[in-house]
């Protein structure tokens, strides 16, 4: 990539994540360039992050209607999936599937709902219920 040919974003919500670059300089020679996210990355960055609200607010309407357990809406806001929840709060693959569904999850006891409430990095009366 020539020299010039580097486009340079710098917006408050991603002026703070720099990256590298490498270009030519005019006789050859590569030269480093520290510089902000260009547009093509702001815009698939922010498409992403506009995937993930979706994904949240679904899942916030789901607890809200009683379908899944507030653990789901938890997941999705810290981007887990079962599995990384299950090595994270220590509990059995298995059973985080079960205490996905609203049945299950209330029946749940301390000890374990301290366990999800550790993961997700909440107190367990942030656990039980969905703002």
């Known amino acids: 990539m020539e020299a010039n040919q580097n486009p340079v974003y ?9 990256e590298l670059s490498y270009s030519y300089q005019d006789g050859g020679a590569f030269e480093k360039t ?26 916030r309407q789901l607890v809200i209607s009683g379908k899944v357990s507030p653990v789901v809406y938890y997941m999705e806001k810290n981007l887990l999936d079962p599995l990384n929840l ?12 079960l ?11 301390e000890k374990t709902l301290q366990k999800y409430a550790d993961a997700f990095n909440i107190t ?3 656990l039980k219920k969905v703002d």
Not at 40 to 51: E, N
């Open 124 to 126: 367990t009366e942030q």
């Open 34 to 59: 520290v510089g902000y996210h260009g547009e093509a990355d702001r815009l698939v960055l922010q498409q992403a992050w506009d995937l993930f609200r979706e994904r949240i607010e679904s899942a």
């Open 86 to 97: 299950s090595m994270m709060a220590g509990v059995a693959l298995w059973r985080v599937k």
């Open 99 to 109: 205490h996905l569904k609203p049945g299950f999850f209330k029946r749940l006891n």
């Open 10 to 18: 710098k917006d408050k919500a991603y002026g703070q994540f720099r």
